[in-house]
């Protein structure tokens, strides 16, 4: 049974339908990829997904549980948490707090301070960043404060993880050591839907991919038939190959 | 002997110690000190309890709340319709929760505002409900010459908003260290990730910005029977909702007591110098403030940690100057 699942997902701002129609799911355990160009509807989709924005119309379920009408702070308890494109951390705090937020409001269960404090500084060292616990979070460098984010999600104690562009402006090092983080969440048994532009760890990771363009989902598979498949060549992975070239 | 280490080591002894000395010197003034002072004295307290509610919403959100003299209005307007009544300390109590129905109120339609829209909104509130209670008070209840309240000396106004300072001040310490305060701190690192990590960001906010209220109206309560003679007009004074921002961003808005000292500065200055100066006293406030703003953007409580770090390099300069020189003697 999907661990997410969504059905005729339509978001309209104003005229233009930013998701048309998707059908979607996320099964227990994976690490899925979602794809496409700029403003295919990507974050848009992860939107709807966290509540930050309602649908139009179609219908998401998580465990079942249908999710249209929840707030954020709703569905982040119901058990899902998310990264964001461009990072919002909490920057009048120092880094452990910003997980301890996570923490303390995010998990289902009510965490006395102490728990919330041991989840915290553990997240935290999940993601290497033990060292700079007591630091301003503004004094991070752009990486280290995604890597905050994932810490402070992962100490909401989710089931599903959404990771919107973890990768983006990191070097070829900083990618392999982010791919090794997304395999180790999912290792804890930790279901991870992430946006990446990254191809290489996109296919290096996800066990399905999926590929959104101007808000229709197009194709769907394992990284060997995206990569194969013609529409996706033409229209997303062939503007890559002519930007590189 | 290294006075850095004595201070980061005794510090929380310190800190009580110099607690106790003013709590004593607050509680006996009025055993010795003249009325002008006592009253002074006074006035700096309603300060510190409107600067440390303001700062304790606004300050940790960044939603600018410029509601504070319609709360502490509202708590004037009602010791001075109930003083003849009811005993003080009900219409202390009725003037804190009356502002704090009307911040709920309040919190309910706009807190879903951001920024700006937030800031005008209870700019207009102030303006409106100062007109609405002029209105009834003159039209409806029929007092045009507005209220004389009965004269409290000045000892018995000081205990009482010396009380509600205490009070207030152990509420607000415990509710920044509360989960409710790591909340509200969120709500103003990002409020959208805040939303996104658990938190009924709404009912935060309306729940802290009503407990704030309650404070300012109870001070309202109190300072109406030191203004002997209260109209709606003068009650729902603008002013009231500048001075406190002024003094929390004066005093520093990061830490518990930056906002206390603003008040206790700002709140001296307020009344001595415009006494003695009139118009001018403006515009020295407003240079002090741009000065302050300029060079101290955390405010007067922001100089502290600079400060000690300071202190201790140039003790640690001081010791390896010794040292070397030890050195070279040998």
């Known amino acids: 049974m999907p661990i997410l699942e969504g059905r005729g997902i339509t978001k309209c701002f104003g005229g233009l339908a930013a998701v048309s129609n998707v059908d979607f799911h996320v099964d227990h355990g994976e690490i899925v990829g979602l794809i496409g160009p700029n403003g295919a509807g990507k ?49 009048n705090m120092p880094v452990l707090q910003n997980v301890l937020v996570g923490a303390f409001f995010g998990s289902p269960d009510h965490m006395s301070a102490a728990d919330a404090a041991r989840e915290a500084s553990q997240a935290l060292e999940f993601v290497g960043l033990s060292a700079v616990a007591g630091d301003s979070i503004k004094d991070l460098t752009l990486v280290n404060q995604k890597r905050v984010e994932v810490a402070r999600a992962l100490a909401t104690k989710p089931e599903l993880l959404l990771l919107d562009e973890l990768m983006a402006g990191l070097n070829a090092a900083e990618v392999s050591e982010a791919m090794e983080l997304v395999k180790r969440i999912r290792d804890k048994g930790i279901t991870i839907f992430m946006v990446e532009h990254v191809m290489k760890a996109i296919m290096g990771i996800s066990s399905r991919v999926m590929v959104l363009h101007h808000g229709e989902k197009i194709a769907e598979g394992t990284c060997n038939e995206i990569s194969c498949n013609k529409t996706v060549i033409d229209i997303y992975l062939g503007e890559e190959t002519h930007a590189g070239s | 002997m290294d006075i850095t280490r004595v201070f980061s080591t005794h510090k929380k002894l310190l800190a009580a110690g110099s607690l106790v000395l003013i709590l004593v010197f607050l509680a006996t003034f009025p055993l010795y000190g003249n009325d002008y002072y006592i009253r002074l004295l006074t006035v700096i307290l309603m300060y510190v309890v409107l600067a440390v509610s303001w700062a304790m919403f606004s300050g940790a959100t960044g939603y600018m709340s410029l509601a504070t003299a319609a709360f502490f209005g509202t708590g004037v307007m009602a010791a001075a319709l109930l003083e003849k009544t009811l005993p003080f300390p009900f219409v202390i109590v009725i003037g804190g929760l009356l502002s704090s129905a009307f911040a709920f109120l309040i919190g309910l339609v706009t807190l879903r505002l951001r920024g700006i829209y937030f800031a005008i909104f209870t700019f207009g509130f102030v303006m409106f409900i100062g007109q609405t209670a002029f209105y009834i008070d003159a039209h409806i209840l029929h007092n045009i010459w507005g209220h004389n309240l009965t004269p409290l000396a000045p000892g018995v106004l000081h205990y009482m908003m010396l009380g509600l300072v205490v009070v207030t001040l152990v509420a607000i310490y415990f509710i920044r260290r509360s989960r409710y305060g790591l909340a509200l701190l969120s709500i103003g690192g990002n409020e959208e990730a805040a939303a996104h990590m658990g938190i009924n960001t709404t009912m935060v906010k309306v729940i802290l910005f009503t407990v704030s209220a ?62 003695e100066l009139a118009q001018y006293f403006m515009l020295g406030f407003g240079i002090i403030l741009v000065a302050v703003i300029v060079f101290l953007p955390n405010g007067i409580a922001g100089l502290v940690p600079t400060l000690q ?14 040292q070397t020189e030890k050195h070279a003697d040998t």
């Open chain 1, 43 to 91: 974050t848009t989709l992860f939107n709807l997904t966290s509540g930050a924005l309602p649908v139009s119309s179609g219908e998401i379920r998580f465990k079942g549980q249908k999710l249209n009408g929840l707030k954020p702070h709703q569905i982040c308890k119901a058990g899902i948490a998310r990264t964001f494109q461009e990072t919002k951390v909490f920057g």
């Open chain 2, 214 to 275: 309650v404070f300012m109206g109870a001070a309202g309560a109190i300072m109406a029977p030191a203004m002997i003679h209260v109209q709606a007009r003068i009650a729902f004074n603008i002013f009231n909702s500048f001075m406190p921002i002024l003094m929390a961003i004066f005093g520093g808005m990061g830490q518990f007591y930056g906002p206390v000292v603003g008040a206790a500065v700002f709140g001296y200055l307020d009344r001595t110098l415009k006494v």
């Open chain 2, 309 to 322: 770090s300071k202190l201790r390099i140039t003790m640690a300069k001081l010791r390896k100057g010794g």
